[in-house]
């Protein structure tokens, strides 16, 4: 079976005065993460390791940090984009494995329904996600969340498997459909994105 891997890594500050979401969900916390969008650190770095596995550039790429389109936006989206270029290569996932490197707030409690939720967007059974947490002991970094993530894919072995890939994607396309129609209401931005990546090194922040 051919097979790939693919590393990602994010990270941001902590800022008062947004929510804190990670892994799809928001958490009680008083600080969130500074980003363009909702500043998800786990969700950007899987989705630039999906990405990866089939070098198919970065999140920066496709979501420039200065698209006013992509301001607060749920990083769900991003990770659909990134099952999107894993089909049209013809590969499925089959792992991820993610470590979140943190001070605060303790990952271990919620850890099980965050695993839930990232296999939920992912569209991927939950013994096919791992996320662990650990503390940034002797870095200085209270004040940063990072994350670093693997996944390993496969070359989807049928049609029936590429099918069942696009069942999972349409099925995220209404949350894209919600955000394209909520910036054209309020700022004015076109509707649509065109997919023209440049492969830079510059990541969403």
């Known amino acids: 079976m051919d097979t790939r891997i693919g590393f990602g890594y994010d990270s941001h500050v902590f800022k008062p005065g947004v929510p804190l979401r990670i892994g799809g969900m928001t958490l009680d916390y008083p600080e969130g993460l500074a980003g363009h969008s909702d500043g998800d650190v786990l969700l950007h770095a899987i989705t630039d390791a999906i990405l990866g596995s089939v070098a198919a550039g970065d999140i920066g790429s496709y979501f420039p940090p200065g698209d006013p389109r992509w301001k607060n936006a749920d990083s769900s989206i991003f990770v659909k984009l990134a099952l999107e270029e894993l089909q049209h290569a013809a590969y499925r996932l089959v792992n991820v494995d993610a470590t979140l490197v943190l ?103």
């Open 103 to 205: 001070a605060a707030p303790k990952i271990g409690p919620i850890a099980g329904e965050m695993r839930a939720r990232v296999a939920e967007i992912l569209g991927v059974e939950l013994n096919q996600v791992s996320i662990k947490a650990k503390t940034p002991e002797g870095l200085n970094l209270d004040n940063v969340a990072q994350c670093h993530a693997i996944v390993l894919v496969e070359r989807a072995a049928d049609n029936d498997e590429l099918k069942s890939m696009s069942a999972v994607i349409e099925s995220q396309k209404q949350l894209e459909d919600v955000v394209d129609d909520l910036l054209a209401s309020v700022h004015g931005v076109p509707k649509k994105r065109t997919i023209d990546p440049v492969y830079d090194t510059e990541d969403i922040t």
